[in-house]
């Protein structure tokens, strides 16, 4: 039973995988259309210093908007931040140190842009690990879990009051966040998500990326109730040649490398879908939606159950230590 366990949720991501590729192999990544000048608006993104983020917060940056790159290595968020000055962006950019794996520094990043008196129209949930060894953060929670989705559900809390404050209904802020592919296949235990019983870096990790979808639409389900002016998507930027793959086993790498020469987005590729969820005009008040390769498309069965959205959202506050209204 254990070993069935194990192997589930790795054959669950390898068969994902394989259906993502073949869709790429036969349809090339959408191109963005020409988006509005941001001049005048302020965006933080998670992991900003590389690979995805790191062509959000560019892209963002060439639009005219004030970026805050926010991540866990000082040293790559000001070379990103040079490099992106470099290219002679219209907006400015900066670094500001974030670890998600902390919620004390979650807390204090919080602070910290709070204290800059900035507006705040648009967040973009982007930083995440894939299939690490097992690990606990800072706070006791499983690393796939805590980083991809804890910190950014508490980091997303506690900036709501800015993102409302900046938002208008004719121009609403905007919360973009970064899923996958695999949380079709993610398993949400609720009376174990920390994946204590029976860890598999496969499933955590998949956990992960269907919690982080769920979240999205239980955000805007409260959003929209409360008429405030914030909308909550999330995106799927398919696979896409980063870092993250360097966690898979040695034969897997192998097997990887070719394949991405061929088949996987480049990192460009893969934020074009967050950085036209984050700026497009076509997309004013539109939330609660997820979306892939630049079309809205539908996600797993189960994030449409508002009773599974609103215990994960319950057991999300009491773990992060915030009140649930």
Known sequence: MWLLSF?????????????????????????LPVLPKQNGRVAIVTGGARGMGYETARHLASLGMHVVIAGNSEEEGLQAVKKIHEEGSEGKVEFLILDLCSLKSVRQFVQRFKARALPLHVLVNNAGIMLVPEGKTEDGFELHFGLNYLGHFLLTNLLLDKLKRSGRHDACSRVVTMSSA???????????????????????????????????????????????????????????????????????????????????????????????????????????????????????????????????WKQSCALVGLQEA
């Open 7 to 31: 192997i589930l949720p790795i054959l669950r991501l390898y068969l994902v995988g394989v259906k993502v590729l073949l869709y790429q192999l036969f349809n090339k990544s959408f191109t």
């Open 182 to 312: 695999t949380h079709h296949v993610g398993r949400l235990n609720m009376e174990d998500l920390q994946g204590r019983s029976c860890y598999s870096a496969h499933g955590a990790y998949s956990q992960s990326k269907l919690a982080l979808v769920l979240f999205t639409y239980h955000l805007q389900e409260r959003l929209t109730a409360a008429g405030i002016p914030v909308t909550s998507n999330a995106v799927d930027p398919g696979m896409v040649d980063t870092d993250l793959y360097n966690n898979l086993c040695i034969p897997a790498q192998a097997a990887k490398k070719p394949v991405a020469k061929m088949l996987f987005r480049t990192p460009a590729e893969g934020a074009s879908t967050a950085i036209l969820a984050a700026t497009a005009s076509q997309l004013e008040g539109v939330g609660g939606c997820y979306f892939y390769n630049g079309e809205r498309t539908e996600s797993a069965d189960i994030t449409y159950d508002h009773n599974v959205r609103a215990e994960l």
